[in-house]
């Protein structure tokens, strides 16, 4: 018994790596290409207006090229898989986009006529019905790249969890986000079919509360199997575990309880905003679970 609690500790302690990731952050540097593609574009129909209404037009050129700076590296961090450095770039560019937005409206103000204006206007149309398509495309790929995603999730569960029940540990929590989960793919299609922002982030949203989740119950799944095992050792320190054990219990009841899931995603940032407490809390509960988890493995 001590033996397979010391090997299903260590599984608790594992997180799978996911390699539909890179798919998934390429489609999205797509979308971020279309906005990209957009703006020279513009600008270059905006200085062809200048020139044909003998208007001066400030030099996008450097900005334009921080730009494609900021989207290569978007490129790297996807490929890579690397999603902090894709957060991260995709920060920066969007902060130069400010820069080059601000000085479009600092050059908007400087000696341009209503002959210039309705150039610029009757261009955007069909520079706008191109990146529309474009976007489409991108989520589209991303679409495909979501529903891999999520089921190679789901796929890990299943094997966490055929782990855990083969040692008689309760997993009926665990299952139960995973039937959540499956709901979850068969939404991808008709959430992201909708072309929508707001509708394809409910289901981001859904599939962040499925993983902390999971996780939680995972925790919580192998705190209750662990206690009558501590309780039956010899250790030193089993009292010191056992009354960390019961409170983190809590703790994560707690956090199950105040984090229940839900498919109707009401207000996008309500539900974000619960997302980032149920996060937040939980990470406090992992860091005491791991500091548990190796007290326990220096005992046994």
Avoid at 16 to 25: C, G, I, K
Avoid at 55 to 71: A, H, I, N, Q, R
Wanted: aromatic share 8%.
């Amino acid at each position: 018994m001590r033996l397979i609690l010391v090997m299903l500790l260590m599984i608790a302690g594992m997180s799978f790596a996911n390699d539909a990731l890179s798919d998934v952050l390429e489609a999205r540097a797509d979308y971020v290409s279309c906005d990209v593609d957009y703006a020279k574009d513009w600008l270059s129909m905006r200085e062809s207006c200048g020139v044909e209404e003998n208007v001066s037009v400030f030099d996008s050129s450097s900005y334009v090229e921080d730009l494609e700076d900021d989207l290569d590296d978007i490129y790297d961090a996807a490929k890579d898989g690397n999603r902090f450095s894709f957060g991260l770039n995709i920060l920066e560019i969007a902060g130069d986009s400010l820069k080059l937005i601000g000085e479009v409206v600092k050059d908007a103000l400087d000696h341009k006529t209503f002959a210039f204006f309705s150039c610029v206007r009757e261009g955007e149309p069909s520079l706008k019905d191109d990146r529309t398509d474009c976007r489409e495309d991108a989520i589209d790929k991303e679409k495909t790249a979501a529903e891999d995603y999520v089921e190679f999730e789901l796929d890990e569960a299943n094997e966490e969890i055929a782990i855990l029940d083969a040692t008689g540990v309760e997993t009926s929590g665990m299952e139960e986000i995973v039937e959540y989960g499956e709901e979850l793919i068969e939404d991808i299609d008709p959430g992201y079919s909708t072309y929508d922002p707001q509708e394809i982030q409910k289901l981001h949203l859904r599939h962040s509360r499925l993983v902390f989740l999971f996780r939680a119950e995972q925790m919580l799944a192998v705190l209750n199997y662990a206690e009558p095992i501590i309780e039956a050792s010899n250790n030193d320190n089993k009292e010191e575990i056992l009354d960390r054990e019961d409170a983190l219990r809590e703790d994560v009841e707690d956090l199950l309880d105040m984090c229940e899931y839900s498919d109707e995603v009401e207000v996008n940032s309500d539900y974000a905003k619960e997302n980032l407490e149920c996060w937040e809390d939980g990470m406090d509960a992992l860091e005491e679970f791991n500091d548990l988890r190796w007290l326990i493995l220096e005992g046994a």
